[in-house]
T-cell receptor, first 115, second 113 residues
Framework: AQTVTQSQPEMSVQEAETVTLSCTYD???????LFWYKQPPSRQMILVIR??????QNATENRFSVNFQKAAKSFSLKISDSQLGDAAMYFC????????????FGGGTRLMVKP | DTGVSQNPRHKITKRGQNVTFRCDPI?????LYWYRQTLGQGPEFLTY????????KSRLLSDRFSAERPKGSFSTLEIQRTEQGDSAMYLC???????????FGSGTRLTVV
């Protein structure tokens, strides 16, 4: 079974600075998808960015980018020019490209943004 | 389309009672998922539907839990004989294809007293 580990329970960043959230996963599959989700307090989970394992190029979405290291099974999220609205729980998630459709989530990282 | 809708938002029930939650997915999404999230943890998979067929169930889904998706539209999750350990946020999500991430609803927070 796949597992996803987020080793940083909490992170803080100064507004306008850059922060990197870590995620590692364990799988024996070669084809899969990786995601970062944001969950603001008392609000619904929102997809931030996704990465297909077969693509070598790291995904980017505006201020959000990933560092995908397939051999190391690492998938970190970089947030540039942090804003107060970025404060939330961030979850890394894995999804097999084969049989089985569920997302496997990490335990989450709480990001605090200091003004 | 206003996204994935879940009702009720909050439910307080006494131990031993039955509860039912409803999820209305995005209309063109044929895949629907139920997850459970306890405080400070990541969501855990419960079950998955493709159209009206329930294709996967987690071992977390004991025989007190049942989910349906009649006609491949909305879905219901029922918990019978609730226990205090059932207290959690129950999340519903839908998607169109395997390559995309899910769209989540706001969840139903269940408190069993």
């Amino acid at each position: 079974a796949q597992t996803v580990t987020q080793s940083q329970p909490e992170m803080s960043v100064q507004e306008a600075e850059t922060v990197t959230l870590s995620c590692t996963y364990d799988t024996s599959e070669s084809d899969y998808y990786l995601f970062w989700y944001k969950q603001p307090p008392s609000r619904q989970m929102i997809l931030v960015i996704r990465q297909e394992a077969y693509k070598q190029q790291n995904a980017t979405e505006n201020r959000f980018s990933v560092n995908f290291q397939k051999a190391a099974k690492s998938f970190s999220l970089k947030i540039s020019d942090s804003q107060l609205g970025d404060a939330a729980m961030y979850f890394c998630a894995y999804r097999s490209a084969g049989a089985g459709n569920m997302l496997t989530f990490g335990g989450g990282t709480r990001l605090m943004v200091k003004p | 389309d206003t996204g994935v809708s879940q009702n009720p938002r909050h439910k307080i029930t006494k131990r031993g009672q039955n509860v039912t939650f409803r999820c209305d997915p995005i209309s063109e999404h044929n895949r629907l998922y139920w997850y459970r999230q306890t405080l400070g943890q990541g969501p855990e998979f419960l079950t998955y539907f493709q159209n009206e067929a329930q294709l996967e169930k987690s071992r977390l889904l004991s025989d007190r839990f049942s989910a349906e998706r009649p006609k491949g539209s909305f879905s219901t999750l029922e918990i019978q004989r609730t226990e205090q350990g059932d207290s959690a946020m129950y999340l519903c999500a839908s998607s169109l294809a395997l390559t995309y991430g899910y769209t989540f609803g706001s969840g139903t927070r269940l408190t069993v007293v």
